[in-house]
């Protein structure tokens, strides 16, 4: 399998994941965004030097990863690829502010040392609360979701038509690769000479495919609106899931936890 079809095959296995019969998938779509965007907030709110009480933030990730039942290590294997761009942000920070601290075993512990590690983990945090929302929602009920939350509908048709339309991009994509890879069985990838015209082809393809899901799309009542299956009463269950988890993160917001734990061994 090339690259095109991994990467197929990695946006379905998330949407497989996603519709799961599991009981984190089945809270309502609001109260989970609404609790990934409280947490995002919580989590870029810590001051830049601040590390060890950022620290305790990782309790949310851990504990949903664990109720959801999702690996948390095949997680970080699926964002490889994300995961060093967010961790390079605050690679210089040890250059431009280099004021020592403390000093271990020889080894000077600076400012920027410090403030790199919190915008690193702020980072790896951010992007794993959005793997959890991804991994227990679809794609449908997030742009229900934020329907809900009075979302402009042509920016939340865009978000899903986009979603969607690039597994059938892919889709075509990974056709013509295989296409071409039959025809010529020696040569390894694409020659150059002829990216301009698959790149061509694909898009004319692409376009074909678009104007027959629009035209299946209108004749199934489409009126620049979509009516989301998974319109439901926000229960009991939901309100205490979403009271419970943001008590717990203003706790560890407002109190350094790991601070206080390590001053009772100090």
């Known amino acids: 399998m090339n690259k095109i079809g991994n990467a197929?095959?990695?946006?379905?296995?998330?949407?497989?994941?996603?519709?799961?019969?599991?009981?984190?998938?089945?809270?309502?779509?609001?109260?989970?965004?609404s609790l990934t965007?409280?947490?995002?907030?919580?989590?870029?709110?810590?001051?830049?030097?601040?590390?060890?009480?950022?620290?305790?933030?990782?309790?949310?990730?851990l504990i949903v990863f664990e109720l959801a039942q999702l690996s948390l290590i095949h997680a970080v294997y699926k964002l490889r690829f994300i995961l060093p761009f967010v961790c390079f942000v605050g690679l210089l920070n040890p250059?431009?502010?280099?004021?020592?601290?403390?000093?271990?075993?020889?080894?000077t512990?600076?400012?920027?040392?410090?403030?790199?590690?919190?915008l690193m983990l702020k980072g790896v945090l951010t992007v794993l609360?959005?793997?959890?929302?991804?991994?227990?929602?679809?794609?449908e009920d997030i742009c229900y979701a934020l329907r809900l939350l009075h979302i402009p509908k042509l920016l939340v048709t865009q978000i899903l038509l986009i979603y969607r339309y690039l597994s059938v991009l892919l889709s075509e994509a990974h056709r013509m690769t295989q296409a071409y890879s039959l025809r010529a069985p020696r040569q390894k990838g694409?020659?150059?000479?002829?990216?301009?015209?698959?790149?061509?082809?694909?898009?004319?393809?692409?376009?074909?495919?678009?104007?027959?899901?629009?035209?299946?799309?209108?004749?199934?009542g489409y009126h620049s609106e979509f009516y989301y299956s998974s319109q439901k009463k926000i229960a009991i269950s939901?309100?205490?899931?979403?009271?419970?988890?943001?008590?717990?993160?203003l706790v560890f917001r407002i109190f350094?936890?790991?601070?206080l734990i390590g001053g009772l061994f100090v």
Not at 129 to 139: G, V
Not at 197 to 214: F, T, V
Not at 256 to 259: A, C, H, Q
């Open 8 to 33: 197929l095959h990695e946006i379905q296995t998330i949407d497989s994941i996603a519709r799961r019969h599991q009981w984190v998938n089945a809270l309502h779509p609001l109260i989970k965004l």
């Open 37 to 61: 965007l409280f947490y995002m907030i919580m989590v870029v709110s810590f001051d830049r030097y601040h590390f060890f009480g950022l620290l305790g933030m990782i309790v949310y990730p």
């Open 95 to 107: 250059i431009f502010d280099n004021i020592p601290i403390a000093s271990f075993w020889g080894i």
């Open 109 to 118: 512990l600076t400012s920027g040392m410090i403030s790199m590690s919190t």
């Open 129 to 139: 609360s959005s793997y959890l929302l991804i991994a227990t929602t679809t794609i």
């Open 190 to 220: 694409v020659h150059f000479k002829v990216w301009g015209s698959l790149a061509g082809l694909l898009l004319l393809r692409s376009m074909d495919r678009a104007n027959e899901l629009y035209e299946s799309m209108c004749l199934r």
């Open 238 to 249: 939901d309100i205490l899931y979403w009271i419970i988890w943001i008590i717990i993160i």
């Open 256 to 259: 350094p936890i790991f601070e």
